[in-house]
């Protein structure tokens, strides 16, 4: 285990650290020299790249040491595999590369696709890919409501959708459906979402998803649970799990990838009777998003500048 599976597992929940046995202590030459410091930069310059999240689209950013931890565990999770994600506006795919690039990582996906119909999205992970020359990550704007058609099937697909407080979990199991889609039916997949022990609805998601996911014939493989905290100012609180999701042996495609219309599945997407309107969201004018927009502020100035004006 690496120095990040070592934080990670020690802020991985107050009941693991109830229950679990006091840690073998290992030669110190077993253990994989991670730079957290490394780490942490790198991660900080993915988030500086990265768009302001649309809460209407139920865009809502992972906190940044999540991120990652997180990043470490799914890079370690498809390490040498194809890995598709079915939105990211956490960034946490660029984040996988850029950790690989920059040597922090030694092991992750052969490749990487963004999948996201915020074009703002694809741009910054094709705006950083190309300035890092990372080679194996790129994004595609796409609409989940659209049929998913790759030229190669993904061997993983990671998606962290809107979490379907107000239908039970449907949202999710869209983009479950298109993750499934894109393994060619026979692959294995991510899902994030909310796991709380004191609210009712995100153990109703989690029953509701787990269940679309046999109906598919995948089993869940693993669960970690209450692991990542969000910018989310309203249930600063709220956690999510990673759910693990595996195809059963044998499985097949029972057909090609179609678009999603029926409105049952669609009336309360971003949460209650807000049904997907929006094809895609389009990139106004190409930001610079490290700095702070000129709409933003404005300059009051001290006398001998309000002089130096006129
Ligand atoms: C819904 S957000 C979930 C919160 C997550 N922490 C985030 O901000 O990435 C995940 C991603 O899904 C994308 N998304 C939302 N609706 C979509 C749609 N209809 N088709 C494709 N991607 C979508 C968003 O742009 C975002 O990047």
Redesign the pocket.
């Known amino acids: 285990m690496g120095l990040l599976g070592w934080v990670r597992d020690l802020m991985s929940g107050e009941d693991a650290a109830e229950v679990a046995p006091p840690p073998k202590p290992r030669p110190p030459q077993e253990r994989r020299r991670v730079d957290l410091r490394k780490a942490i930069n790198a991660v900080s310059d993915v988030v500086q790249n990265r768009p302001r ?2 809460r209407v ?6 906190k940044t040491g999540d991120m990652v931890l997180q990043s470490e565990t799914i890079a370690d999770w498809s390490d040498g595999k194809r890995l598709a994600f ?6 946490i795919s660029v984040c996988i590369a850029y950790l690989q690039a920059r040597g922090v990582l030694d092991f992750g996906p052969s490749q990487i696709t963004v ?4 074009e703002r ?1 694809v741009e910054a992970v094709m705006n950083f890919a190309d300035r890092e020359r990372i080679t194996n990550l790129d994004a595609r704007l ?4 659209d049929a998913i058609e790759p030229d190669r099937p993904y061997a993983c697909f990671y ?5 379907g407080a107000s239908n039970n979990g449907e949202s999710v199991n869209v ?1 479950v459906q298109r993750g499934i889609e894109v393994t060619g039916h026979v692959g294995e997949g991510v899902v ?1 979402i909310a796991d709380d022990d004191d609210l009712p609805w995100p153990k109703e998601v989690l029953a509701s998803v787990q269940g679309f996911a046999a109906r598919h014939r995948f089993y869940v493989s693993r669960m970690q649970r209450k692991l990542h905290e ?1 910018h989310l100012d309203d249930a600063p609180e709220l956690k999510s799990c990673n759910l693990y999701l595996a195809a059963l042996p044998g499985n097949a495609s029972p057909g090609p990838s179609l678009p999603i219309t029926d409105p049952l599945r669609l009336e309360n ?2 949460g209650l009777s807000q049904p ?1 309107t ?1 094809r895609y ?1 389009r990139a106004r004018k190409r930001l610079d998003y490290g700095v702070a927009h000129e709409d933003e502020y404005e300059l009051e100035l001290l006398e001998s500048g309000r002089e130096r004006d006129h």
């Open positions: 999240p649309l689209f139920d865009q809502i950013h992972m079915i939105g990211d506006g956490d960034a999948f996201d119909f915020d999205t796409y609409n989940v409501l998606t962290n959708p809107p979490w983009f994030v969000y997407f971003y997907p929006v969201v």
